[in-house]
């Protein structure tokens, strides 16, 4: 098996380039549709209130860690909106606001609470205002800002996550679908060589000599296990030096990566096994990769699909279940025994498409 293994790797450093490829095809799309940092969303606001009082409103709704506020006309607001050049649009008028959007989208519900956060604090210092004394707006100011230092009570929030609560995070989402897509090509490609060494009969004088059939097996899946593997904590360790933390938790998303490439490495010796050439194999690889990256949640939030049929089928995806270690270990915080169901799920897909793909292998080489 070391035999077989050592022979891999040379060829391997022969030829790095469609590895290297590959891993640089995955780094530039998660980038590309991710993006390497949070950016803000801007929001064009139109205010029917005096100069002053927009002014002032602007600066209270620029402390938001999330939105950028910037004022328009009214006419421009709906315009931007409406050419899907901004996701949401705020009109400011003196006792409510109005939000124009062209569609509906999580960010709307949190800007239409943080608004109305702000609007509930005006509304609290003008009815402060109306009981102060002769000074005012400023005693009411003075009282606000004492009832924000120093109030009577304090309430400790904290935040829970029920069992139908959804996150979707945009970076994280690209990140970990392209990386468990593209390492089903370098996967599958690097298994292709069992294919090959068979049909021009390399197996049979290796069996010929001490070098065992199971050690052959072998030695080749863990070939495609290790490149696999690899090709993943690079780009994994790459977005965390620019600044993709991991919820702190990079070794448990690492752990949680081997079910999932063993099962693409059972799949890939599945369709070895069932194609009869290697133009079948290359005209499959894509259709199948593609078809798991679109229904198992790899290309889009597996959380936004409504179809029953399409989650169905999601189910029969192992990307599905890679996606959800993956989210349940960074975004839900999740510890290892909890997710247990998909690492037994993906375990076994493993064993079955292993053991089925090498009966087909052997039914053709007896054949």
């Known amino acids: ?49 005096s100069e002053a009082e927009t002014k002032s409103m602007l600066k209270e709704l620029n402390q938001s860690d999330l939105f950028i506020f910037t ?28 939000i124009i959007r062209a569609t509906h989208t999580p960010n709307i519900l949190l800007l239409s609470q943080f608004v109305g956060q702000i609007y509930r604090q005006e509304l609290l210092k003008e009815q402060l205002a109306e009981n102060a004394g002769p000074n005012g707006s400023k005693d009411a100011e003075q009282v606000f800002e004492t009832s924000l230092s120093d109030p009577l009570f304090s309430v400790e929030k904290k935040s829970y996550r029920s069992d139908g609560t959804v996150v979707i995070n945009t970076r994280l989402q690209s990140l970990f679908g392209f990386s468990l897509f593209f390492v089903i090509y370098t996967i599958a490609y690097n298994l292709l060589g069992i294919f090959i060494e068979k049909r021009e009969k390399i197996w049979d004088r290796l069996i010929i000599s001490s070098v065992k059939k199971w050690e052959i097996y072998a030695g080749n899946l863990i070939y495609g296990f290790l490149t696999g593997y690899v090709q993943v904590a690079i780009v994994f360790f790459v977005f965390r030096l620019a600044g993709v933390d991991f919820a702190g938790r990079l070794g448990e998303v690492l752990l949680v990566l081997v079910p999932y490439v063993l099962a693409i490495v059972a799949l890939s010796v599945f369709i070895i096994g069932i194609v009869k050439t290697i133009e079948q194999f290359h005209a499959i690889i894509p259709l199948v990769s593609v078809a798991m990256a679109m229904i198992g949640g790899a290309y889009w939030p597996i959380e936004i699909v409504t179809s029953k049929a399409m989650l169905f089928l999601s189910k029969l995806m192992p990307i599905r279940y890679g996606m959800d270690l993956l989210k349940g270990v960074v975004i839900y915080r999740e510890s290892l025994a909890e997710l247990w169901f998909p690492i037994l799920i993906l375990c076994s897909f493993g064993i079955a498409f292993t053991a089925l793909g090498i009966g087909l292998m052997e039914r053709k080489s007896a054949g």
């Open 71 to 98: 004022e328009k006309k009214e006419e421009e607001l709906k315009r931007l909106v409406r050419d899907g050049r901004s996701e949401a649009g705020l009109i400011l008028e003196e006792d409510h606001f109005r």
């Open 1 to 49: 098996m070391t035999a077989v293994l050592a022979a891999k790797f040379r060829l391997f450093l022969r030829k790095p380039w469609p590895f290297l490829a590959m891993t640089g095809f995955c780094i530039v799309f998660a980038f590309l549709f991710g993006g390497m940092k949070v950016t803000h969303i801007e929001i064009p606001v139109s205010s029917k209130l």
